[in-house]
């Protein structure tokens, strides 16, 4: 394939929205689509103020924040990604709703474009067995805030082609990141090791060893983490996090993986973390 010109992103979040952002400051054209409108509008007016800070602070000349904010488009319709060379989904965490999106992709996209996931956990051959391009699929997992963090993690399917690696590894370090490669099992590299330290954390909330503070700062300032594990699920989302450990205690069938009570319990209170403004911590 020759050079990615145009990107699509599925799913406006805190994880599509920085990847467009990404995108769009790295000189590659971005549609981004949410069902949703006011996801999209959220995610435009972050993106702009993301970008007017870094102009502010000098980081980016106004003529590169100008340029990536003209590279950017955000559609409620998802037909618009029929020219898109790259399609990167950042959905809901959830195996069934990915697959029903990737049968349309699969449709609505050009025969050479690749087809990414960002998911954290869920395994990309399953997820590629949806289309009928499995070779052209393939895990690319930015870490959060994708503007900050420096990693993406690469996952190979079953069938992902060396091309289709090649070109997302290209991709990845054009974005200024640096990648890691995974085998395709439950929760690759990263969220294997994070995920049941973060439930842990629950574990010794829940089972009264400390208060939250304690259990945080005791982690930040003990293991030199720059946040507490608590926090740090606020900050990724208590949903994303149970759909992780639920995705590791199917996948890899120990009961270690098996999600703290509490963990569940603040998901099912719609306690999601900073984005709901109340998680394991109010945020106002
Ligand atoms: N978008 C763009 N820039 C951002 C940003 C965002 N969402 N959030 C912070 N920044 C920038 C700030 O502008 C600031 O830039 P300058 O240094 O140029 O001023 C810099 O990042 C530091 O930000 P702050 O001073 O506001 O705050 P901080 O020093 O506390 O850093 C943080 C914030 C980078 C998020 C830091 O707390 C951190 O690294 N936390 C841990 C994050 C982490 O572990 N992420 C991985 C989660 S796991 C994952 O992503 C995988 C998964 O599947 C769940
Ligand atoms: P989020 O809840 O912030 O955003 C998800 C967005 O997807 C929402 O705006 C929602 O309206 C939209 N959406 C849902 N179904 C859709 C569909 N069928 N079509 C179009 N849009 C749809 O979630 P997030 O935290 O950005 O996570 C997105 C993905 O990225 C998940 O797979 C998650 O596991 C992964 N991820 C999350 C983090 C994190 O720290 N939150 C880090 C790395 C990877």
Redesign the pocket.
Known sequence: MSEVKMIGVVGGG??GS?IA?VAAMHGVDVFLHDLDPQALSKASS?ISS?IH??VS?A?LSQAAGADALKRLHFTTDLEDFHMADFIIEAIVESEDVKKSLFVKLDKIAKSSAILASNT??ISVTRIASSTTRSSQVIGM?????????KLIEIVRGADTSDETFAVTKALSERLGKIVITSKDYSGFI??RI??PMINEAFFALYAGVATKEDIDTGMKLGTN???GPLE?AD??GLD??LS?MRVLHAGLGDNKYAPCPLLVQYVDAGRLGRKRGIGVYEYS
């Open positions: 805190q994880m920085g952002q972050s993301s800070r870094l602070k980081t954290s956990s997992h930015f870490m959060n805030p994708p503007p900050v963090m990263v969220n994070l995920m983490h720059p946040m740090l900050f990724i994303v996090c992780i």
